[in-house]
């Protein structure tokens, strides 16, 4: 059976991440070594909010892909409602939000949602109505938040390994069920002398000296980041081939046999790297 999509995101300018996904996406597709169709993206954003948006919209019509775009900044300025806070309780107008996507999307069948670069939370009920899968770069149980955040948390913990991993969408922040994953080393020829370089820093001081520009921070997101396609594309394949299911929001194998601690692609990842 097909394996149908609902692609979620809040879009990204040429030669971005969220581009080079869906692109990776669709000619998998077609080139038939995978069995999905892409059913929607869906953005919440309008055209017109943004010119990074625009260009992501523009490039998934042009793959034949119907576009559904419903502004949360008009929506929440409608209504009067304060911006969510991190480690905070989620405004009242976001449960209203995305009761409103529901209806938009309800008429689109999808088996799982894939959320690339979706910048809001999902509320409680609207991540349990679907299986929503959401990409993070830090390995099942690493640091939380945007991968800045993640780099910074990394740095100064002196963390030997990272990975980048897919997880269930819940109303937690990066921490839903894992789905599947893959590790890396954060040592090595190109990193050790970064290491070496910055002696007992810690990352509050680096990022007021140098800010994301410098080299060690520059080289573990190179290297986490050449993993982000790949994953989400093992993660994909995974799905349509029947090694991986959701069912009552339970990340299960084929047999039906519950994955817990999620499927480990790494060496599927390493393989696509090299």
Known sequence: MTLRLGWFSTGGGEGSQRQRLL?????????????AEIAFVF?????GEQDATDSFL????SYGIPCITFSSRQFRRD???AL??????????????????????????FDVGVLIGYMLIFTPEMAARYPFINLH?????????????????????RTKHSGVMIHLATDELDRGPVVSYCTY???????????DGIGESSADELRENAGEDHPLFQEIRRTGAARELPVVIATLQAFARGRLLVEDQQVVDALGNALPGGLDLTAEVEAAIA
């Not at 953005?43 to 055209?47: L, T, W, Y």
């Not at 523009?58 to 019509?61: D, N, Q, V």
């Not at 080393?185 to 290491?195: T, V």
């Open 23 to 35: 692109t990776a996406t669709v000619e998998l597709i077609r080139r038939g070594e995978m069995d």
């Open 43 to 47: 953005c919440n954003r309008e055209r």
């Open 84 to 109: 969510s806070q991190p480690g905070q309780p989620l405004p009242p107008w976001r449960a209203e939000y995305d009761a409103e996507v529901a209806k938009l999307i309800a008429e689109r069948p």
């Open 137 to 157: 770069p830090a390995q099942p149980g690493g640091p939380v938040g945007t991968w800045q955040q993640v780099i910074w948390e990394l740095i100064d913990a």
């Open 79 to 81: 209504r009067g409602g």
């Open 185 to 195: 080393s954060l040592h090595g020829e190109a990193l050790d002398p970064l290491w």
């Open 58 to 61: 523009k490039l998934a019509e």
